[in-house]
């Protein structure tokens, strides 16, 4: 009994805790530091001399790094989808998709099967406001929550695990809602090497103006038009129902 019990907790816990070791690793070496722009202009040359020369390789490893960066909560989703772009080109963006997807997967999985139980019945507010929207909805409201780069990768993910949602569902609507941003983000990173030779200082700030951001959030409300009228509409149809 007490065996079968302690393989349950490996199963629950096993993974979540391999995640903290290595998140806790990452930030103890300094690793999450090098997700930066100027780790990438410092380095640039020799990056993308090695895309050349090696592509799969490259792309390979690049893949690697994103997922387990979004895996376990690294901040430098964005820089890693400037990075495709810088390496791979506008088309890298492709890459940025499977990356920021694979360890969004990862994390929803580990957090679901961790805390699942425990989150759907004691809930944060705000987790709480997005896991109803998700159980509602679940492929539009994730799509929109994809959509709109302002909500955080692991807060979304958490809400989905809070949620139960279908895995098929958390990976399509993941997949489709971070293609514009992500091709947007690695156009940007395909003339970071001009504006480099250029000298000056580049930041985050710079590349992203709200020209970039408002068209984004535009597909993000747009997206949320379909459930909010399919509300307004059971809403009516509920309405003569409930007056008799």
Aim: glycine share 12%; proline share 6%; hydrophobic share 55%.
């Amino acid at each position: 009994m007490a065996r079968e019990r302690a393989v349950t907790l490996l199963r629950r816990f096993g993974p979540l805790a391999v995640i903290v070791l290595l998140s806790v690793a990452a930030f103890a070496s300094g690793l999450a530091g090098h997700l930066s722009l100027e780790e990438l202009r410092a380095r640039g040359t020799e990056l993308q001399a090695f895309a050349r020369e090696k592509p799969v390789l490259c792309a390979a490893i690049y893949l690697a790094i994103y997922v387990g960066s979004v895996a376990v909560s690294l901040p430098g989703a964005l820089i890693l989808s400037l990075t495709a772009g810088f390496l791979f080109g506008p088309l890298g963006g492709g890459l940025a998709v499977i990356g920021a997807t694979g360890g969004s997967t990862v994390t929803f999985l580990v957090l679901r099967t961790a805390f699942g139980e425990v989150l759907r019945r004691r809930p944060h507010a705000f987790l709480a406001r997005m896991a109803e929207g998700l159980r509602r909805d679940a492929f539009n409201y994730l799509l929109t929550l994809r959509l709109i780069p302002a909500f955080p990768l692991l807060a979304v993910n958490v809400a989905a695990g809070v949620a139960n949602i279908p895995v098929r569902t958390f990976v399509l609507a993941s997949v489709l809602g971070m293609i514009p941003s992500s091709f947007i983000y690695a156009g940007i990173g395909a003339g970071l090497g001009h504006l480099f030779a250029r000298g000056g200082p580049v930041t985050i700030e710079t590349l992203l103006s709200p020209r970039i951001y408002l068209p984004i959030i535009g597909m993000g409300v747009l997206a949320f038009l379909p459930p909010l009228w399919r509300h307004w509409r059971n809403g009516r149809a509920a309405a003569p129902l409930d007056e008799k």
